[in-house]
């Protein structure tokens, strides 16, 4: 018996205890928090919920750190050109002709980097003309160009590489007599050029100036979609409109901004054939030198040499051979950027 009024004393004790305890807070801590900090009460919450809620003030929020935003693995920009020229002439004694001309130029580029793994994807697209009022139209500029190259790191800057390539114009390229007639040299995929090489890629620095890419096993597909006459031009058999080659192929890349304003980029290829003459090596080299004057409008000048044997081109007096190609296009352009572009 005495045991249980021992028990009941002590549970008694307890409760008279915890009544005074929040009496206390409820009247003091309560009361002055409002006064000292003059936290309004909030309204729907019951005395208990409330009491709560000021104690909870008096503690730090804790902050969640999610380490940032998330990493952004692709790296995408697009890069345009448009150049026009107009030139119209009435009595003008030192004589010419009138002229329209236009140049469009897109270069546009989407990359992947994560840890190992590279993927750099590139597209070039370039039209332009003249439109002269005595001789008529002449197309200037015809260019269809996509590059893609994967990557994964073998031993710090030297990575196992796979490069795609397709090369080819959008409509129909003429040659011109001495009577103004038209005989035709090209058209889509007249020629086109397919390529895929399997080797390695070196990279020095952090990769964005220079690399150098080697690939000792290269095919290749010359694609000419057209007559026998134009076949036998770009080097294909009269009845073949597919020719194969198997070859290596070393590229070099160079890109950097020389100095304020004015960049340079340039782009060599050379491919030799195992299957027929690999002594004759084809050579592709680009080149493009830009200097922006504002945001809007800058000088570029771009250059395109092409050396193929196979390729035979008449030279004045009509003769057929292998002969060196050179484009070279100037302008002042409008140009505008779209997200992170580097040539």
Sequence with gaps: MNRKIYILFLFLSLGLFATTAYSQVKIGFWGDTIRKKSVPIQSGLSKEQE?????????????????????????IGLNDELI????????????????????????????YAKGKVYWDNRIQLGYGFVQNFDVGYRKSEDRIILDSKWGYQAYRKIYFSASFQFKSQFSPGFDYDKNNRATMKSKFLAPGYLTLGLGIDWKPGNGKVFSLNFAPLTGSMNIVMADSALRVKYGNKYNRPIRTELGAQLKATFAKELTKNFKVASQLSLFSDYMSKPYNVVVYWDVQADYTLNKYFKASLRTNLIYDDKIKIANKEGKEGPRVQFKEIFGLSLSYTLGTYKK
Aim: net charge positive; hydrophobic share 45%; glycine share 14%.
């Design 84 to 111: 026009f020229s107009q030139v119209s002439l009435t009595n003008w004694a030192a004589g010419g002709s009138g002229s329209l001309a236009f140049n469009a130029y897109l270069n546009g580029m989407a990359n």
């Design 51 to 75: 009491l709560v809620r000021l104690i909870g003030l008096n503690f730090p929020t804790p902050v969640i750190d999610y380490g940032g935003p998330a990493p952004k693995f692709w790296t």
